[in-house]
């Protein structure tokens, strides 16, 4: 019983250990490369998508997101399966815990306003941005400084695109170039910034 109990304290202790680190699994280049996807994805909207056609651009949309997530995860579970650290496992358990929440509530909200909204789906490019906000925000602890700010970056560009948006038929195609393009441009020199340039990594 003793035994349990300190190996759950060892436990606990290590993994208070590692949300006081900062979690380097996300790097600049594959963040960058979804930015890239973003804008590369409008640009397929704007110019060779039929206009008005929400299934043709939520699958745009879904095979982008699904590109992005694919190689930064990617990424991460080459690294933490070179790293000979169990501490650096024990962070990228916690910081997609962190971060998860918001992709499975965006996932849920889109099926939602899909079948049962139809008329307001003009605000999904808005409130993903919003969701994905909320994702950094949570997991703003254990990422290098400056994280706050592209969170906020989403969050204000999310609600503008509420704003200017609101009620046209369909999904302006440079929301996703605005809030998300942008966004992981900007997420991607803060990652480079205060990691890779700073420490060589």
Request: aromatic content about 14%; proline content about 2%; some cysteine.
């Amino acid at each position: 019983m003793e035994l349990n109990e300190a190996l759950s304290q060892i436990s606990e202790i290590r993994r208070q250990m590692a949300r006081g680190e900062i979690f380097r699994g996300y790097r600049s280049a594959t963040t960058a490369f979804s930015g890239c996807v973003a804008v590369a994805a409008c640009v397929i909207q704007k110019f060779w998508l039929p206009r008005g056609n929400i299934d043709a651009y939520l699958m745009l949309w879904l095979i982008a997101a699904g590109v992005s997530l694919a190689v930064v995860a990617t990424e991460m579970i080459v690294r933490c399966y070179k790293s000979d650290s169990s501490l650096q496992r024990e962070m990228t358990q916690i910081a997609v815990e962190q971060f998860v929440p918001c992709l499975v509530a965006g996932g849920l909200l889109t099926y939602v306003m899909l079948h049962f909204a139809w008329g307001s789906f003009w605000m999904m490019p808005g409130l993903w941005a919003v969701l994905f906000a909320m994702g950094i925000f949570a997991s703003r602890r254990v990422l290098p400084r400056g994280t706050t700010l592209v969170a906020a970056w989403y969050l204000l560009s999310g609600l503008i695109c509420i704003v200017i948006a609101s009620g046209q038929q369909g999904i302006w195609p440079w929301e996703m170039a605005l809030c998300f393009g942008v966004g992981q441009f900007f997420a991607a020199f803060v990652l480079y910034w205060n990691l890779e340039r700073r420490h060589g990594e």
